[in-house]
Structure formats: C-alpha cells, structure tokens
C-alpha cells in the first residue's frame, strides 16, 4: 500500500483548487457535455411520459385495434374489409376479449336547423365507450338495445354539439346526417390533452371532439347500405394479456385472408412507441450536440493534463525520489483527472436541471428530472476524465527521475 | 565485499543524440555502514551521477553495485521505489520541496508512500520537524522559510523513515556559511547516530567533517582514502 484513494483526492482537490480559472476552463466542455446530457434524458423522458399518458388516455395498454394495412397492395380477389358475418365469426373465436367494437365511419353533413358541418360520423357497439374509456357528459351512450333496433340515434362530440347548437340543450333533438333525422341522445365528454411541441392546436384530442356516433346496425341498415368493416378495435382483460391475444388476433385475420397482411393488428403499445420514434429526431440531434462537447472537452482537458505534467516534472521526480512507485504517479494524475471531470460534471449536471423549465418553456415539451440520469451523467463525466487522463498519466508515470529532478 | 554500498568497475554513459559522452569510467568504491563520506571533484566529474545511481534513481551502462548484499541490478523496479522510501534519505541543493504543500505534508510524503496511515505520519513527522529545530513551523509553506530552514525541513525528509544511508548533493550549495556550517552539523549528529552519509560536495571545509574523502575526476577515483 501506498498512497490512499483519499490522500489522492485530498492532493487533486488541492491541485484544482490552486489552479480555479485554468480548472474552470479545462471543465468548461465537461459542463456542457453533462448539462446536455441532462436535458436530453428529461427530454427522453418527458416524451416516454407523454406517450404513455397519450396511450392511457386512448384506452390503455389493453387496447387492440385492427386497421387496413396501407402499406400492403392487395391482390383484387382479396377483401380488405370485413363483413358482419366474418366479424362475429371472429368475436366468437376470441372470448378472451373483454370489449369488442368494428366501427364504420362516413363523412358526412350534419344539420340542424340552418347550421351545417362536415364531420365524421361512426357507426359503432356500445362497448366503444368502453374500450375508450370515454362517456357522455349528458344524455346516455348507444345502448344493445339501440344495436337491435337499429334505432335512429346519434351521440354527438362537443364541437359539433357547439357548431349546431351553440349553448342550447341539444339532447331530445332531432339532426338530419346526410340524408337521414337522427335524435341526439347524448353529448360525450370534452377530451383534451396538452399538444406539446405543436403550433397553433394545442389540443392533441380534437378530432375527437369532431366526432359522432351513431349505432353500427343503423349505420350498416339505413344508412351506408353495406356491411364492410375495415377497422375495429377490442381490448383484453389486462395488459398483459393483450400481446397474446394481438398474436392470436392476428393469426385468425391471417388465415382469414389467405395469409396475406391485408390487416394491421396494433396492440396499443407498439403504436405508442412509433409515435414515439416521430420525436427521435429531436433527441438524436440533442445527443449528438452532448457527444461532440463531451469529446471536445476531453481534447481540451488530455491537453492540459498534459501541460500540467510538464510544469510538475520536477515535483514528479521529488516524489520518485522519496519512494513513490510509478503506479503511485500513475493513479494520482489518473485520479486528479477524474476528479476534474467529475467536478465539471457536477456542475453541468446543475447548470443542466436548473435549465430545464426553460428548455421546456422554448420546447413547449415537458422535460422531466429523474435520479438515473443524474448517475448516468456523472458516470459520462468520470469516464470521460479516465479516457483523456489516461495517456497523460501514463506519460508522467514513465518520466526519468533524474531528468525530472533536474527539470526547471 | 563487507561494505553497505559495494561498487565494482562501474561504467557510465549517456547518449546526447549520436554522441556518447561518458560520465563514470571504472569507479570501484566500498563504503562501510557509519561512514561520512565525502565525494568531491569539479563540476562535470561525474560525482553527481556517481550519485544518482548509489541512489538508485538511474543506472548504470556497466559494472556491479551492491546495496546492503543486494545487486541493485538485478532487484525489480517496484522494489526499487522500496529502497528510496526506506534505505535511502536524499538531500539536494535546491532542497526540493514540494512549493504547494506545507512543511509538515512535504515531511510526510515519504511516510505517506510507505503506506502510515494520517496519524502516524503526522506524528512522525512533526517529532522529526522538532528534532531539526522547526516545531514551531509546521503549516509554513518552503517559501516562507529561509534556505537554512529549507534545508532542515529537506533533512527532515530525509531522515523521517530512519533510512541507513542519507545521500546529500551540495547540501550547502545554496546557503550562507553560518547555515551552512549548522546543516553540517546536523549532518555530523546524524553520523553519530549510525547513519551512514554520503556527500557530494566541491568545497574542502565542508569535507573537512567527513571520515572519509573520495576524489573523482573525468569519471575516475582519483587517489584513493585520505582521512
């Protein structure tokens, strides 16, 4: 044993504290690299949370949906919808799924009285409101009993309610859509959420708001005259049962059709990750900004390493002389360095949670501060001052005592 | 070979770019534990260097040294540190003292490389510091003290791990007579004691306190013991 860890520490904290500016600078690139680093990962973060809330918000990881694959050219004699027949087949073979809703959907003109809109009317099951966890403020949703009677009745989203009614009541009123008078009997619930990163509609949930609903059965009977279904969606009884019934799902559509990917079967999950990678860029352009710092800061920091040794030979050959080995000059400079960086990493990893609200605020993103990226940004700084502090510290530990004695 | 330091037909050269200039030409040299030595001769004469390789801290081209029935040659660079630490105290002219740390840590370096833990090492080398008169100094840096006081904490250093051979290079060469004069004697009780100096000096009234004076001239022992 010779000299300690600590009385290392003890020695590098001396040595950077009688040099404050030329070790202010040296770190400089440090603080940038881990304050970056910092923003970044509450970036990451803050849009893993956001993707999350916006998939809770959308029925949960449950949630399963069943859509045309507009990737896949499908050959002619292959349908790339369902019939209601085929729908029932399927529901049937899955009774694992808790909810079950195919949904047709039309754009359509609603009126009432001398107002008008354009807006996307759905046929659909009642267990929509359930696999979307979305209900009426007033009124009541789309009943069975209303699926078999085919019954003439709409529920209507906010902005349509508001684009035909205005304030008044508008349950108990009768609306035409398309060519058909339809009763209102419900109003679902205002759905918002905050569009972070967007200009102009901050409401991420809009289009939901746009839209009505009317029974499937009304839709398919009196309405669209057929029954092709290109969409539905379902939800298992928990989350993890649902990659398993996904699987299953889409087995069954497969052999359906002749094996070809006519249908996506998206479990909730993976389509929250791909709306996830939509905002890679962002994070990949903010990593490779912390990269080129940190690398720069490691030049800068070797090179004065580097100058540091030459202006201490001499104090390197006194401490050859009196016993120490040339791991013991080794590790003190190796140490010292890390040290150094780590030091700079504290101070960016502050520098970088103290500026998150205004990257956030500049973003319009939230950025959210977690305890592993602390750790992981001054595991980057350490590392850091063991790449660039290696070859200067092999340096010192390989100088000639004599020589450096006689050093001036 | 009954010496502590056994010195047979040693050879050495450095290398300036293509040139080769010799230092030491076939210096044979036996020195007995408890000796003061003086080795004295011109600038240039090699004794500096004679120096440095009974200190371990360079080698020689040629020729065989023994230390305490070691060949030095032969004992592995790790322990070689070993030996500065422990058999060896150095003492220069230029003192060599660390300017950022005070006296007291540049006293405890040596201990701190042996491998004492802060208590003992604070210890010692305060007990050290007093012996040479600077008790009363400890937290002064080198540069508030005088080349005297420089020199005796340099001392200090020297002798903190009690090392049987105290190797001095013009320890007088930068100071006054009278501070001088009081480095030597410390050196004297230091021989008194039982260690065994060794001096490199160029001036006679400084060799005048040795038991023994080796003159080297151009790399070579001139003649030999004169008391």
């Known amino acids: 044993m010779a000299i300690s860890l600590k009385e290392n520490i003890i020695v590098g904290f001396s040595d950077f504290w009688s040099r404050k500016i030329r070790s202010i600078i040296t770190v400089m690139g440090i603080v940038l690299g881990t304050m970056s680093i910092i923003v970044v990962l509450a970036l990451v973060k803050g849009i893993n949370a956001q993707t999350m809330k916006w998939m809770m918000e959308r029925g949960g990881l ?118 058909r008078r339809l009763k209102v009997i419900g109003i679902m619930d205002f759905r918002y959420m905050k569009n972070s990163g967007a200009i102009g509609n901050d409401n991420a949930f809009s289009y939901l708001n746009r839209r009505s609903f009317t029974p499937l059965t009304t839709m398919i009977h009196k309405g669209s005259g057929n029954d092709n279904i290109s969409t539905f969606t379902l939800k298992a009884h928990d989350a993890e049962s649902a990659p398993a019934l996904r699987e299953k799902l889409s087995n069954i559509i497969l052999n359906l059709r002749r094996g070809l990917p006519v249908f996506e079967v998206e479990s ?71 040290l150094v960086t780590t030091i700079g990493g504290i101070f960016g990893i502050i520098l970088g949670l103290s500026l ?29 001052g063991l790449i660039s502090g290696i070859i200067p510290a092999i340096i010192a530990s390989k100088l000639d005592p004599v020589e450096a004695l006689r050093y001036e | 070979m009954s010496g502590i330091i056994n010195i047979e037909n040693m050879k050495k050269e450095y290398r300036m770019g293509k040139i080769t200039v010799p230092a030491l030409n076939g210096v044979d040299i036996s020195i007995e534990e408890g000796e003061f030595v003086a080795i004295m001769g011109p600038s240039g004469s090699g004794k500096s260097t004679l120096m440095h390789i009974i200190g371990c801290l360079d080698k020689p081209t040629n020729g065989n040294y023994t230390l305490n029935s070691e060949i030095v040659s032969e004992i592995k660079k790790g322990k070689l540190s070993m030996i500065r630490n422990k058999q060896i105290g150095f003492v220069f002219q230029t003192f060599n003292l660390l300017p950022h740390l005070n006296i007291l840590k540049n006293v405890e370096l040596p201990l701190m490389y042996a491998g004492y833990n802060k208590k003992k090492r604070t210890s010692t080398a305060k007990k050290v510091l007093e012996e040479v008169g600077l008790g009363d100094r400890l937290k002064h840096k080198p540069s508030e003290l005088s080349g005297g006081q420089r020199q005796r904490v340099a001392i200090a250093r020297a002798i903190v791990n009690n090392p049987t051979i105290i190797l001095a290079d013009e320890p007088t060469g930068n100071l006054d007579t009278a501070s001088g004069g009081d480095i030597l004697s410390i050196f004297s009780d230091l021989n008194d004691k039982g260690h065994t100096i060794i001096m490199v000096t160029h001036d006679p009234a400084v060799a005048k306190r040795a038991t023994r004076v080796i003159n080297i001239v151009d790399g070579l022992i001139q003649d030999g013991d004169i008391t």
């Not at chain 1, 349908?79 to 209601?84: E, G, L, S």
């Not at chain 1, 490779?288 to 390197?316: C, D, K, P, W």
């Not at chain 1, 998150?356 to 850091?384: K, T």
């Open chain 1, 62 to 179: 449950s949630k399963i949906t069943v859509s045309r694959n507009w990737r896949y050219e499908k050959p002619d004699h292959v349908k790339n919808y369902f019939t209601w027949k085929e729908l029932k087949l399927i529901h049937s073979l899955i009774p694992e799924a808790k909810y079950f809703n195919p949904q047709q959907r039309h754009w359509v003109r609603h009126s009432y009285e001398d107002k008008n809109y354009q807006a996307s009317v759905r046929g659909v099951l009642p267990d929509y409101s359930k696999i979307e966890e979305w209900d009426v403020q007033k009124g009541r949703f789309i009943s069975s009993f209303d699926i078999e009677q085919s019954n003439d009745v709409i529920v209507l989203g906010t902005t349509i309610k508001k684009e035909l009614f205005g304030n008044k009541n508008a349950v108990g009123e009768v609306i035409t859509v398309h060519d």
């Open chain 1, 268 to 338: 909730a999950k993976e389509e929250a990750e791909e709306a996830a990678q939509n905002k890679k860029m962002f994070t990949t352009i903010f990593y490779i900004i912390s990269v080129i710092s940190l690398f720069v800061g490691a030049i800068v920091i070797a090179n004065i390493m580097l100058a540091t040794i030459q202006e201490r030979t001499r104090e390197i050959g006194i401490r050859l002389t009196v016993g120490a080995r040339r791991r013991d000059i080794f590790v003190q400079f190796l140490v010292q360095t890390i």
């Open chain 1, 356 to 384: 998150l609200d205004v990257v956030s605020n500049f973003l319009d993103m939230e950025l959210i501060a977690g305890v592993a990226m602390i750790f992981v940004a001054l595991l980057v700084s350490a590392g850091v």
